[in-house]
């Protein structure tokens, strides 16, 4: 059971916005940043949103990301095939003193 | 640009060790933290703890606590995870990772990633 809560799959077809909610708690989304990971099969994750809504240098501003109190959303616009992957949140716990993630939402291309 | 490479696949015994090492290159070692990262087969993401090579003490996940040790070696810029006492469950694919640009914290994101190391646990 992940500290934090995404839904396990979410789907779009090509051109369409698709976004990914990360659920929490006050020791770790509500008193910390949010960061998003994509992760393709067979390889490492890869950060692709930091500090709720920075894009690393080569991200795509398809990409965005948006904090609320204890919730993170990521938002993917005018979706390609190559989108398809899985999409991790994570943020610093401060009462584990650790990173927590989510389960991870597989994003389906139709 | 920073660079971690891990060491390759391994098969163990349950109740035997691994050490996994994550060598860095293209930037600071010592000031930046490093932390663990493990995927079991089809699952999420788990942090295992991690170090602050100048600092030299690790900060671990509770839930491995006392079976994993995490050091780091400045000379090499190489950092190493433990694992004892393996049973099937820790069969997963074990990643180091740099913090992004944050030095002497551990809570800035995780901005660079090893390839991964397969660690399989089977008698």
């Known amino acids: 059971q992940s500290v934090l809560t995404q839904p396990p799959s979410a789907s779009g077809t090509p051109g369409q916005r698709v976004t990914i909610s990360c659920s929490g708690s006050?020791?770790?989304?509500?008193?910390?940043?949010v960061n998003w990971y994509q992760q393709l099969p067979g390889t490492a994750p890869k950060l692709l949103i930091y500090?709720?809504?920075q894009r690393p240098s080569g991200v795509p501003d398809r990409f965005s990301g948006s904090k609320s109190g204890t919730s993170a959303s990521l938002a993917i616009s005018g979706l390609h095939s190559e989108d398809e992957a899985d999409y991790y949140c994570?943020?610093?716990?401060?009462?584990?003193?650790?990173?927590?993630f989510g389960g991870g939402t597989k994003l389906t291309v139709l | 640009q920073v660079q971690l490479v891990q060491s390759g696949a391994e098969v163990k015994k349950p109740g035997s060790s691994v050490k996994v090492s994550c060598k860095a290159s293209g930037g600071t070692f010592s000031s930046y933290a490093i932390s663990w990262v493990r995927q079991a087969p089809g699952q999420g993401l788990e942090w295992m703890g991690g170090i602050i090579p100048i600092f030299g003490t690790a900060n671990y996940a509770q839930k491995f606590q006392g079976r994993v040790t995490i050091t780091a070696d400045a000379s090499t810029s190489t950092a190493y995870m433990e694992l004892s006492s393996l049973r099937s469950e820790d069969t997963a694919v074990y990643y180091c990772?740099?913090?992004?640009?944050?030095?002497?914290?551990?809570?800035?994101?995780?901005?660079?990633w090893g390839q991964g190391t397969l660690v399989t646990v089977s008698s």
């Open positions: 006050s020791s770790n989304i509500g008193s910390s940043t």
């Open positions: 500090s709720n809504n």
């Open positions: 990772a740099r913090v992004w640009t944050r030095q002497l914290v551990y809570f800035d994101c995780l901005g660079y």
């Open positions: 994570a943020a610093w716990d401060d009462s584990l003193n650790g990173w927590v």
